[in-house]
C-alpha cells in the first residue's frame, strides 16, 4: 500500500452535468479536494497553483483536447510527475492504447459510476504508487 495519500484531484472536464456528478462523486463520496477546469489552457494555468496529486483529464475538450492538454502539462516542472488519467467515451482498444502510449496511467470510461469513481481513482492511485 502507498505512504503517499491521494487528497488533491484536478478535474478536467467542459461539461456542467458530469463536472456535477464527478463533484459529488470524488467530494462527497470520495473525500477528495477538488479543482475543476473547463479547458486545456485553464488546466494549465491553474494546475501549478492547485498542486493536484492526480488529474483526471476528459479527451475531447474545446481550445485544446486531452491529448494536448496532457503534453503541455508535462512541459510543467512542477506537474511533470503528476499521474493523469483519461476519462472518455472514446475507449475502443486503440484509442486506450493510445491514451497509455501518450503517458496517461489508466483510462475511466463515460458514462462512469459515480458510486464507484473514487474507489476506481484510489485503485489507479495505489497501482501508481506501489
Known amino acids: 500500500m502507498s505512504t503517499q495519500q491521494l487528497r488533491r484531484i484536478l478535474c478536467v472536464e467542459d461539461e456542467p452535468d458530469i463536472q456535477t456528478v464527478a463533484r459529488l462523486a470524488l467530494e462527497t463520496l470520495g473525500g477528495f479536494e477538488v479543482a475543476f477546469c473547463d479547458t486545456g489552457p485553464e488546466a494549465i494555468e491553474r494546475a501549478p497553483r492547485f498542486g493536484p496529486d492526480l488529474i483526471l483529464l ?18 510543467l516542472p512542477e506537474l511533470g510527475a503528476v499521474p493523469v488519467v483519461f476519462m472518455t467515451a472514446k475507449v475502443q482498444p486503440g484509442e486506450v492504447r493510445r491514451y497509455l502510449e501518450l503517458g496517461a496511467v489508466d483510462v475511466i470510461a463515460k458514462p462512469f459510476d459515480p458510486m464507484v469513481l473514487p474507489q476506481r481513482v484510489r485503485a489507479i492511485w495505489e497501482r501508481v504508487h506501489d
Open 58 to 75: 476528459d479527451v475531447m475538450l474545446p481550445e485544446m483536447d486531452g491529448p494536448q492538454t496532457l503534453a503541455a502539462l508535462r512541459q
